[in-house]
């Protein structure tokens, strides 16, 4: 993202956005894939106690998620997901009255304005607030999806198509585990791969970027806490792997995090270290609900956001071993 430092403008649609939020800039996800990193965000915990570790697994009952919190709190709650794994066959939707998913391939996500569109239907629905939405957008994902008309604007060029996800060359070093097919990635392959990645990026941004605007033209955005992440990176062949969820190295556990609370109208960026588990309490802060029975890892980030300090604590991370790539 450009505001993390990144030479090319991948993220201008959240400079606006950013422009009156908290960045943290040492934020951890506790896994490099999707499953566990986004079930912690919802619920607090870390996978080794919401048991979220594997593809197949399901969100066990007594893992109360942050839409149930919210709903019992008589809040309206929706979630957009393109992504397969958060989807009701893992439980993803307990607590949520709509719950919008993609019903394709894993791979074969639609593009993120079509989860937006679906959003703003949604909210526009609602007849009064308080009102959760949780979006998670699939562009950025592998195979780094981005409508035709789009895929110029951030290099002013295609980006190079020497790269095919889980094919080729990656197909061989994961899939296949060719450890020698390491020798055969040429610098070429990697500057597509990340070409591609980078312009998805700018799409999804831009597209969310957009989203706010919308917000704002509706009076619903001024006084809305927002939060931006990411449940996970990628590898660009730094350690001789691609994609995620493989590896625990940095770029696929150092993740953004901006944190709009309603009202804010200036930016701040802290650079203590924080993880995703602590958005499920944070949010409970804001919204002025209690941090209820369920055991939860993450601490609230409001000290944080008023100046204040918080206790370092351990930062714990955890990859799937039947995934895990050497």
């Not at 149930?68 to 607590?95: C, K």
């Not at 699939?138 to 996800?165: D, I, W």
């Amino acid at each position: 993202l450009s505001q993390y430092g990144y030479a090319l403008e991948t993220s201008p649609g959240l400079a606006k956005f950013a422009s009156v939020a908290t960045q943290f800039e040492q934020a951890w996800a506790p896994a490099s894939w999707t499953l566990p990193s986004t079930t912690t965000i919802l619920t607090g915990q870390h996978p080794l106690r919401h048991g979220m570790r594997h593809p197949g697994d399901i969100l066990p009952a007594e893992a109360v998620t942050l839409a149930e919190r919210l709903r019992d709190a008589g809040w309206h709650t929706a979630g957009f997901s393109h992504n397969v794994s958060i989807a009701p066959r893992h439980g993803m939707n307990a607590g949520f009255d709509h719950f919008a998913i993609n019903t394709g391939k894993v791979l074969g996500y639609p593009h993120a304005r079509k989860l937006l569109v679906e959003a703003n239907t949604w909210l526009a629905d609602q007849p009064s607030e308080p009102t959760f939405m949780y979006l998670q957008p699939m562009n950025c994902h592998g195979p780094y999806k981005v409508p035709e008309a789009r895929k110029a604007t951030l290099l002013g060029y295609e980006p190079s198509q020497g790269f095919h996800y889980y094919k080729g060359m990656m197909g061989k070093i994961l899939v296949e585990k060719d450890i020698s097919a390491r020798q055969k990635v040429s610098p070429r392959y990697v500057s597509s791969a990340k070409e591609q990645y980078d312009t998805a990026i700018r799409y999804d941004t831009d597209e969310i970027g957009k989203w706010f605007d919308e917000l704002q033209a509706k009076d619903r955005f001024d006084d809305a806490l927002i939060i931006v992440t990411a449940d996970h990176g990628e590898e660009f062949f730094e350690h001789g792997g691609f994609s995620h969820g493989y590896s625990l190295h940095s770029e696929v556990l150092h993740i953004p995090l901006f944190i709009k609370l309603p009202g804010q109208k200036t930016a701040a960026k802290l650079r203590e270290n924080v993880s995703l588990a602590d958005i499920f309490p944070t949010v409970l802060d804001v919204a002025g609900l209690p941090a209820g029975t369920a055991p939860a890892d993450g601490r609230s980030l409001m000290p944080l956001l008023r100046g204040e300090s918080l206790p370092a604590v351990p930062l714990i991370f955890e990859v799937d071993w039947q995934r895990r790539f050497v």
